[in-house]
């Protein structure tokens, strides 16, 4: 079976979600996926034009009076087996990421400790309201989608990154800790 990336996978799989127009696409990502993968705005069509081309959705317009045509995708049963056979395979690599205040603090040397906590300080808030908007996540998808098949998964990942913010903002107060007494560097 032919590879695709993962931005065609992952809308392979958008797309078994009901969000069928590209609009509704990037509605999804930027309200659940952007949390743990991100896709640009201009992927989202060159990717839904591959994937028809390639058997794995079919396009249907709507007409709705008063309103521009809408383009609506829809899985084929290629589409599904691709998107299965994908999930059924081992992850290829351990995610990296890029956090700029761990590359800002590896050269913390050269600002002052002040400026360090101020960081530290600042990325902790902002972990804050991250963990604040996963509870609202969660409290929605509990109580409007608990009993979709779906909620299941999308509760296990929303624990994920939960857990990883929790222990992010664990670290923040460690390392502030250990600013101010300068003990355990």
């Known amino acids: 079976m032919k590879n695709y990336n993962h931005t065609t996978y992952s809308i ?3 797309l078994t979600t009901g969000c069928n127009t590209g609009y509704a696409i990037k509605q999804l990502m930027d309200n659940s996926l952007n ?11 060159p990717t839904l034009k591959l994937i028809v081309q390639e058997g794995l959705a079919e396009v249907q317009t709507v007409s709705n009076q008063g309103k521009p045509d809408r383009q609506e995708y829809y899985l084929t049963s290629k589409g599904m087996e691709t998107l299965k056979d994908w999930l059924e395979q081992p992850i290829e690599q351990l995610p990296m990421e890029r956090n700029e205040i761990l590359l800002k603090l590896f050269f913390g040397q050269y600002q002052t400790e002040e400026q360090s906590r101020m960081l530290i300080e600042n990325y902790k808030q902002k972990l804050e309201e991250r963990y604040e908007t996963y509870v609202t996540i969660e409290y929605s998808i509990m109580n409007h989608h608990d009993n979709e098949e779906d909620a299941k998964y999308w509760l296990i990942t929303l624990d994920y990154g939960k857990r990883v913010t929790a222990a992010a903002l664990e670290w923040c107060n460690s390392t502030l800790d250990k600013l101010v007494s300068k003990e355990g560097l």
């Open 12 to 14: 392979l799989g958008i």
């Open 35 to 45: 949390h743990f993968w991100k896709i640009s705005y201009g992927q989202i069509y």
